[in-house]
């Protein structure tokens, strides 16, 4: 089952996890200390990000996380909107890349937990 992707940008992440894990009752299955975190619940894939290229409280990206996709993709819809495609495991490999220190595994289940 695909998952709706949204990925936020913050300038207070600290605060942004606090408030996001109160209002989806789980905290965050990766977390990038002052920079990132990623919550995979049974529905939804939500990512915050300190990005300076965005203002606060905007939208960076949409997306689907999607079990079948083959390879991670990126286009552009109609509105300027960015949309991602990619698994689980494409994301992770992300992650990783960005931040080596990381090490984060996605669960087979699709809905991730604190390691």
């Known amino acids: 089952m695909k998952k709706l ?5 913050t300038d207070r992440i600290g605060q942004t996890i606090a408030d996001y894990t109160a209002r989806l ?3 965050p299955c990766s977390r ?5 975190a990623l919550w995979r619940t049974a529905t939804l894939n939500l990512s915050v990000r300190q990005d300076p290229d965005c203002a606060p409280g905007s939208l960076r990206h949409l997306g689907w996380e999607d079990p079948e996709a083959t390879a991670f993709t990126r286009d ?10 990619f698994s689980a495991s494409h994301q992770a490999a992300e992650i990783n890349h960005l931040w080596p220190d990381a090490n984060y595994v996605p669960t087979d289940s699709g809905e991730d937990s604190t390691r």
């Open 32 to 36: 990038i200390d002052g920079e990132y």
């Open 25 to 27: 009752g789980v905290p």
């Open 76 to 85: 552009t819809d109609v509105n300027g909107i960015t949309w991602e495609r």
């Open 5 to 9: 992707h949204i990925a936020l940008s």
